[in-house]
């Protein structure tokens, strides 16, 4: 069994905007991850990506006081759904609950289902509308698809975040105009991280949350392992390396900015 790996910090600082705890690589830490995480996270939001995981992420959120949840059908997943309005039916379910905080993770990859391009505009589109429609934000997936995903985010202008922001500077910029958020995720202590470094140099501290996307993207010195919350610590000390600020002041801009996106 793999072990995993959590943070020195002893302060309740972390918000985790975007993790996937249904993953089946967690079950089996169950007990053991929730008393570890429970010492340095303050929340954590877990996305769905299909019916069964968004079912699972709201149970998730049930067990555990600090874990929130977000409901929607991921790009590489919409085949799991007909239409449009299947989709929209059952995400509308998810958002009544108490703990769903967001429509997410909705968005476009055309780097792992380039085929199902077509269909994941349809379902993109319709998500953001429904995101308008309950004033609730929105969790964004754009992988290799940076064009497409800012005319839908211009066209539908909605409150959210474009999470593990893998864009260029002057997307970041755009992405702010409308009045959203980038998330940034472990690959900012990636030694080959290219644009990531020169995004965080220029970006407003209100205007970013602070993500794992576990259990991948787990930061350095534990990239390739399982990933977790607490481990965002060291991308935060890496982005306090680049602004000038501490590890902790990185934390609390970023526990500040989840929480007013997500009204919690
Ligand atoms: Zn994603
Ligand atoms: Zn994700």
Redesign the pocket.
Known sequence: MENLNFSPLNKRLIFDS?A?YDDERFKEFSDELYSELSKSVAGIIT?GCDYESNLSAMKLAEQHDFVYFAAGIHPCNVDSVKSPETAINQITKFTKHDKCVGIG?IGLDYYWTQETKEKQKEIFSAQLELSKKLDLPVIV?DRDAHADTLEYLKKYQPRGVV??FSGSVQMAEEIYKIGMYIGISGVITFKNAKKLPEVVKEMPLDLFLLET?APYLAPAPFRGKINNSSLIYYSAEKIGDIKGISAEAVLNHALENTKRLYNI
């Open positions: 975007h996937h996305c993770e997936h999470h593990s996307d």
